[in-house]
């Protein structure tokens, strides 16, 4: 049966709907659970260090998986993964909700980390692979986009009302909504036109879980790295495993027929200043805010409260999303990036070092405001600028590492945040997120006073063809894209 013209396009537009609103409770994980924290350690009598583990075990799930994420893909099928991550997001949530365990809901943050690692960027692959290219496909990523900006407010706002019932209502509420994404997507995420191709291999698992079980690793270390001698001497031997597994890691790549990450990528400087710029920005940000939702719960303000507080820090980029790009493109991506990451550390530097107890929202609001133009700034210029001098067939390999180091970021800086806080309280946690910050204004100034000049042979080296026919992520390549 032939289906009209428009029949098709609402087709279309209800899959792209679908994958929007999966994009959406993706991203209100992250905020929705830096709300819930204190009250999550209070609940389950955690400690600062412990209770971190809910943002930085997602973020280290999330940047550990994305690699092998896509070899899975390429080998069982967009459809398939995206479908059963669903399913398996949707069980993680209802586990941390249900459990005492501070080692279970860790573990679910993890598996929810997981997840998101291979619904995000498969939901995209799926959108560029089902919507005609132009226009419609243009304002298709744009929606896409534009709820995943949108799902850091939403969450903000969603667990400051479930919060003041219960934590456990907001590390619920996504497995119902998962589930309804799941029938939808039964219906209407198109099957793949070739079954699996063959079996994963060796190399990727080995590299995939040596990346993921480092950094858990590192994460543990740098979060007991202030704490008892017992601790330290834990945190010692945690180092020496994380080291140990990136070795394991090197050699598992170097020996790859078709390794997870390609290594021209390293030498491309765009990319790198791009990639370590979005880690500090991404990182410190995180951290911030880790230290702020700490700080306010300690002085007595309710989630609902802290929530509010914390908007003007994330509701620029969702009011700006659809136009970010515009934005980058006006200033330029590396002007952008440079004031951005000016603004992020004047923001940090902003927040109220004194007493607690006097923090109010006209205090807040200077700090908070300069984070939020951080980010409507530098965030989509420092992806643009990642990709933009990368070949066609590796931009989207070259996406992929840079959200690895957007996630791993997150994941390790608050996790040394977490400790300082624990050991000395707002300040010294407060000295390492701006450092954090001017690390990364340091890397986009450099980029801004020696612009990027390919030479033939980076040029050459970049431009070789890759074997397989994927990106490092298992998407079509934007050249297969094209072909196809």
């Avoid at 700490?294 to 507080?309: C, E, F, I, K, Y």
Wanted: hydrophobic share 50%.
């Amino acid at each position: 049966m032939n289906i009209p013209s428009g029949g098709r396009a609402r087709a279309r537009w209800a899959l792209v709907s679908v994958l929007a609103a999966n994009m959406l409770v993706d991203a209100l994980e992250v905020s929705a659970t830096l709300v819930a924290l204190p009250s999550v350690g209070s609940g389950l009598g955690l400690s600062a260090t412990r209770a971190q583990w809910l943002v930085s075990g997602f973020a280290a799930g999330f940047g550990g998986l994305l690699l092998l994420g896509g070899r899975l893909v390429e080998r069982l099928g967009r459809r398939r993964v995206y479908l059963a991550a669903l399913l398996a997001f949707a069980a993680a949530s209802l586990a941390g909700a249900l459990t005492d365990s501070a080692l279970l809901l860790t573990a679910t943050r993890v598996v929810k980390g997981f997840c998101v690692a291979l619904t995000a960027p498969t939901g995209l692959a799926i959108i560029l692979s089902a919507v005609p290219e132009g226009a419609e496909r243009r304002r298709a990523v744009s929606v896409y986009s534009f709820f995943g900006a949108a799902g850091f407010c939403s969450g903000l706002l969603l667990s400051g009302l479930l919060t003041g019932s219960s934590w456990r209502w907001t590390i619920a509420f996504p497995a119902p909504v998962a589930l309804l994404l799941f029938a939808a997507g039964q219906r209407l995420v198109p099957r793949d036109g070739d079954g699996p191709r063959g079996r994963l291999g060796r190399h990727p698992v080995v590299a995939g879980s040596a990346l993921t079980g480092a950094v858990l690793l590192l994460v543990y270390a740098l979060s007991s790295l202030a704490g008892s001698a017992g601790q330290q001497r834990c945190a010692a031997a945690a180092f020496a495993g994380a080291l140990l597994l990136g070795a394991v890691l090197v050699r598992a790549e170097r020996t790859a027929p078709h390794p997870l990450l390609r290594t021209e990528l390293l030498r491309h400087a765009p990319l790198l200043r791009s990639a370590l710029g979005a880690a500090a920005l991404n990182g410190s940000y995180l951290g911030f805010l880790l230290v702020a939702a700490l700080d306010l719960r300690r002085a007595g303000w309710s989630s609902w409260q802290t929530a509010l507080a914390f908007l003007p820090a994330s509701a620029p980029l969702a009011l700006s999303a659809l136009h970010s790009g515009r934005i980058a493109a006006r200033l330029g991506p590396a002007r952008a990036v440079a004031a951005g990451a000016l603004a992020a550390p004047a923001g940090y530097a902003l927040y109220p070092h004194g007493g607690a107890d006097g923090v109010g929202y006209a205090d807040l609001l200077p700090a908070m405001s300069f984070v939020g133009a951080a980010f409507v700034l530098a965030f989509t210029a420092l992806h643009l600028q990642a990709t933009a001098t990368v070949p066609a067939a590796l931009q989207p390999a070259a996406g992929g590492l840079y959200q690895t180091c957007v996630q791993l970021g997150a994941a390790l800086t608050t996790a040394l945040t977490s400790a300082l806080y624990a050991a000395g309280g707002r300040s010294p946690a407060l000295w390492l997120v701006t450092a954090v910050g001017l690390a990364g204004a340091c890397v986009a100034l450099r980029g801004l006073l020696h612009p990027f000049d390919p030479s033939p042979t980076t040029a050459g080296s970049l431009s070789r063809p890759a074997a397989p026919t994927t990106d490092g992520r298992g998407h079509p390549s934007a050249s297969t894209r094209k072909a196809s």
